[in-house]
């Protein structure tokens, strides 16, 4: 079974709507949870670290749920830059990061 | 701002060469990673390190090497390359802290083996 479980999508989305992402992990030990965003041919970046409380960075909502071992996506008023891949990424043991497939994101005029 | 920087955006190599990958990062980070990215498997991580001469094998190490002889610099060798090594390879660096701290990415190698 793998570590972290994506839908690979494509969602698409017209502008303005609202759209979410969930990504499963298997381990419960895991600690730390990020979303990265990843552009077509270009690195991942950090979009936002997720917190056991949940969090929000602009149109942006992360959520963690520990007893169902998934964390959550949310995006509010997609804006066509949004279009991207967005990776699920959960950390144990330190140095070890586990990082989904990615879910494709297609925000349409 | 942390920069991580791959010395190849593209690599054609022959089955059996040895490959040389290399990466320097900026901001004095302990830790540097290597990871290879396919369709639909994600990001794996081959090797990483957390200091200089030190290493530690990741999910996929067979066929892969690494060395850091100096803290800002993390070279992926590939003793024979092989077709199954075609891939996107990412080097990331980060700090060592309390709490997790985000990794940087450089932005990738593409090697295609013939």
């Known amino acids: 079974r793998k570590e972290v479980e994506q839908d690979p999508g494509p969602f698409n989305v017209p502008e303005g709507a609202t759209v979410a992402f969930n990504c499963t992990y298997s381990n419960s030990a895991s600690q730390s949870f990020f979303w990265y965003r990843q552009d077509c041919r270009k690195e991942p970046k950090l979009l936002m670290s997720v917190y056991s409380s949940g969090n929000e960075d602009g149109r942006f909502t992360a959520q963690l749920n520990r007893a169902s071992q998934y964390i959550s996506l949310l995006i509010r008023d997609s804006k066509l830059s949004d279009s991207a891949t967005y990776l699920c990424v959960v950390n144990r043991d330190f140095n070890k990061f586990y990082f989904g497939s990615g879910t494709k994101l297609n925000v349409k005029p | 701002d942390v920069k991580v920087t791959q010395s190849s955006r593209y690599l054609v190599k022959r089955t059996g060469e040895k490959v040389f990958l290399e990466c320097v990062q900026d901001m004095d980070h302990e830790n540097m990673f290597w990871y290879r990215q396919d369709p639909g498997l994600g990001l794996r991580l081959i090797y990483f390190s957390y200091d200089v001469k030190m290493k530690e094998k990741g999910d996929i190490p067979e066929g892969y090497s690494v060395s850091r002889e100096k803290k800002e610099r993390f070279s992926l060798i590939l003793e024979s390359a092989s077709t199954n090594q075609t891939s996107m390879y990412l080097c990331?660096?980060?700090?060592?802290?309390?709490?997790?701290?985000?990794?940087?990415f450089g932005q990738g190698t593409r090697l295609t083996v013939v």
């Open positions: 990331a660096s980060r700090e060592t802290g309390v709490l997790v701290t985000e990794a940087f």
